[in-house]
């Protein structure tokens, strides 16, 4: 199997921006020196959320820091980005990184990201569609033209080429709209699963879409998925679950405070305790996302549970271990913990 590191890059409340930086850097760092094959960051805007704003440049400087493990964006939302200039930072980013770039796409703004980028949520997916059209014709055609509905461009050669041909590697996300699912089964890409699903609406979703594919004449294999969890392991199940729970909830807190906004955003909004005492419903509880959406235990319980994805046809699973105000030391214990207890088993 292969494994990846995933993180949305949370900035806590009084932690400094740098150290969220230095410390996403780290765990790239040491995923590598443990065996790790990516570090996967997302694209958010806005928000404590995640502090993926340009997570293109993060990753250019992860890249300047790393030597081997794979890059990956989980995910970039190209509908904000202007498609020439999305194309060009990717692969000026492939080429600076060795090669080492996995592109993955999604159309998952919140509607505050929307509408601070002044782009009408209605378009989105228009928009997506035709932005990922470009950037691929961009990465491989020389010469390359469009005219489209919302960007056009003439005889436009990409400078520098990616390094990987014919381009990077593209999967994109879908999780709950139709019409998304419907793009990535014509594209012939792989769909990436991030941690917005429990288990098993998400192997379901894989599955389902594994069968279109073969049907569309794409046949892109259950193997070829990334497949993210939210991630822990300690010696002690009492242990993973005291370190994890906090973290956990604040993620889930902090995701459910920021959809409120259609413009604006939680940052200027008062304290997350003043949102926690007024909210009238609760986001999905630790106890719940523990049975059915996070992976979080001992090495052996956490064996089980990917060793379960693998009989469905898993081979690339995504570990989330930094989420909310983890503290940063007990991550790295826990990624150096996987790495020697559990990686083993499905080498």
């Known amino acids: 199997m292969r494994f990846g590191l995933f993180s949305h890059v949370p900035w806590p409340e009084g932690v400094d921006p740098q150290q969220v930086y230095e410390e996403t850097t780290e765990e790239a760092q040491y995923g590598e020196e443990l065996g790790f094959n990516s570090i996967w960051l997302a694209e958010h805007h806005f928000t404590r959320y995640g502090l993926g704003s340009s997570s293109l440049v993060l990753i250019s400087s992860i890249a300047a820091q790393t030597k081997t493990i794979r ?12 498609p020439l200039r999305l194309a060009e930072d990717t692969a000026t980013l492939d080429v600076i990184s060795g090669g080492r770039l996995d592109v993955g796409f999604g159309r998952g703004a919140a509607g505050y990201e929307y509408s601070g980028y002044g782009i009408d949520r209605e378009e989105s997916q228009a928009r997506f569609q035709e932005t990922i059209t470009m950037v691929k014709g961009l990465w491989t055609t020389p010469e390359y033209t469009h005219a489209g509905q919302y960007h056009s461009t003439n005889h436009a050669n990409l400078t520098p080429p990616p390094i990987q041909k014919p381009h990077p590697p593209v999967y994109i996300a879908a999780t709950r709209t139709p019409a ?29 879409f594994v069968g279109r594919s073969k049907e569309a004449g794409h046949n892109v294999l259950m193997s070829e998925i990334p497949f993210f969890r939210y991630f822990y392991v300690a010696e002690t199940e009492e242990q993973a679950r005291r370190d994890t729970e906090a973290g956990l909830n ?27 005492a007024a909210r009238t419903e609760l986001p999905p509880s630790y106890e719940y996302l523990f049975a059915n959406r996070a992976f979080i235990g001992t090495p052996d319980q956490c064996t089980a549970k990917i060793q379960a994805l693998r009989d469905e046809g898993v081979e690339y699973f995504g570990c989330n271990f930094s989420f909310g105000d983890m503290d940063h030391k007990k991550v790295l214990k826990s990624m150096e913990l996987f790495s020697r207890e559990v990686m083993p088993r499905f080498s």
């Open 250 to 276: 604040w993620t889930m807190d902090v995701n459910q405070w920021r959809r409120v906004f259609a413009e604006g955003s939680e940052l200027s909004a008062g304290s997350l305790d003043e949102f926690r």
């Open 180 to 208: 998304t699912l419907e793009f990535v089964l014509s594209s012939g890409h792989p769909l990436l699963m991030g941690v917005v699903l429990d288990t098993p609406d998400a192997l379901a979703l894989c599955q389902r």
């Open 71 to 82: 890059l990956g964006t989980a995910i970039l939302v190209p509908t904000l980005h202007n």
